[in-house]
């Protein structure tokens, strides 16, 4: 049975997923698995040879790069989503393919789409549901003005770097920002 984009965000907010992600990890659930949290997948050798690499349920959890968890607790929906959890911590929303090769865009609904330049979701950077509007979402200025939470680059993960930004520091970054396109707007005129 699959679970549609919302049963999968009322899944994500049972595993601790913070609100501002569920959009894009629902869309990724559906990307990897549409949305069925029983699946399994095996990579296969030629002649129809499986190796001993699998992946698992909603997330499509990979035992082989993660043997900490358990083929049977990842067809559980709840469990496969704190186990995504985890390692969305460790190495962010690169480590869904779905993600890396934008397959999960057709399937954001609501406002993730509306920063496209053709509403389809293909062209908008989807950075947080929670707070900034249309303009500030497309342009990836979420981040700047401190609609993601302090630590994070604009995609919401943590960042490598140690460095933290505040508001303030994103707020006149933003404004040097928008000076420095007027700026080279008007000398075109």
Do not use: C
């Not at 389809?120 to 950075?127: I, M």
């Amino acid at each position: 049975m699959a679970l549609s984009n919302e049963q999968i965000r009322q899944v994500l907010r049972q595993a601790g997923w913070p609100e501002f992600l569920i959009p894009i990890m629902a869309a990724i659930g559906l990307g990897e698995s549409n949305g069925d949290p029983t699946i399994t997948r095996y990579r296969r050798a030629g002649q129809g040879q499986r190796l001993p690499e699998a992946s698992i349920g909603l997330f499509q959890i990979n035992l082989l790069a993660h043997p900490e968890y358990s083929a049977a607790n990842l067809t559980d929906p709840v469990n496969n989503a704190r186990a995504a959890l985890q390692i969305y911590q460790q190495q962010g929303l690169r480590a869904w393919g779905s993600y890396t090769d934008g397959r999960y865009r057709q399937y954001l609904v609501g406002d993730e789409n509306a920063g496209s330049p053709t509403g389809s979701g293909a062209g908008a950077v989807p950075v947080s549901s929670g707070g900034g509007n249309v303009v500030t979402r497309y342009l990836g200025l979420d981040w700047l003005l401190g609609n993601v939470p302090n630590g994070s680059d604009k995609y919401g993960q943590a960042a490598k770097s140690g460095y933290t930004f505040s508001g303030q520091q994103r707020y006149l970054a933003a404004i040097a920002i928008i000076v420095i396109v007027i700026a080279f707007t008007w000398s075109e005129f």
